[in-house]
Nanobody
Framework: QVQLVESGGGLVQAGGSLRLSCVAS????????MGWFRQAPGKEREFVAT????????YHADAVKGRFTISRDNAKNTVYLQMNTLKPEDTAVYYC?????????????????WGPGTQVTVSS
């Protein structure tokens, strides 16, 4: 059973930065495609970014492209989401997820394991 735990969320002013981390345990991290999703109050969970097993291939949602960067450190079983130039509309609970598939996925259904989430609040 894979367990994922996110950290690094918090309250930040618009224009600021945060780095989220997600540590995996209980599985073979290097084989997983990893993703970040977010869910704002009253909205559906949405895709943010994904990264393949080696870190060589990434894909970001249009809403965060150029501001957010996903990366991973397989030696530390950790995936990161660097968030710069934050906007109030980035306020949400951020979730990391692990997929056993080798292809990048933007769909919730493509991920088998989920963390409990970390709150990010951006004030204007």
């Amino acid at each position: 059973q894979v367990q994922l735990v996110e950290s690094g969320g918090g309250l930040v002013q618009a224009g600021g930065s945060l780095r989220l981390s997600c540590v995996a345990s209980g599985g073979t991290f290097i084989v997983y495609t990893m993703g970040w999703f977010r869910q704002a109050p009253g909205k559906e969970r949405e895709f943010v970014a994904t990264i393949n097993w080696s870190g060589a291939t990434t894909y970001h949602a249009d809403a965060v492209k150029g501001r957010f960067t996903i990366s991973r450190d397989n030696a530390k079983n950790t995936v990161y989401l660097q968030m710069n130039t934050l906007k109030p509309e980035d306020t949400a609970v951020y979730y990391c997820a692990a997929s056993l598939g080798s292809s990048l996925s933007t769909s919730l259904d493509g991920y088998r394991y989920w963390g409990p989430g970390t709150q990010v609040t951006v004030s204007s």
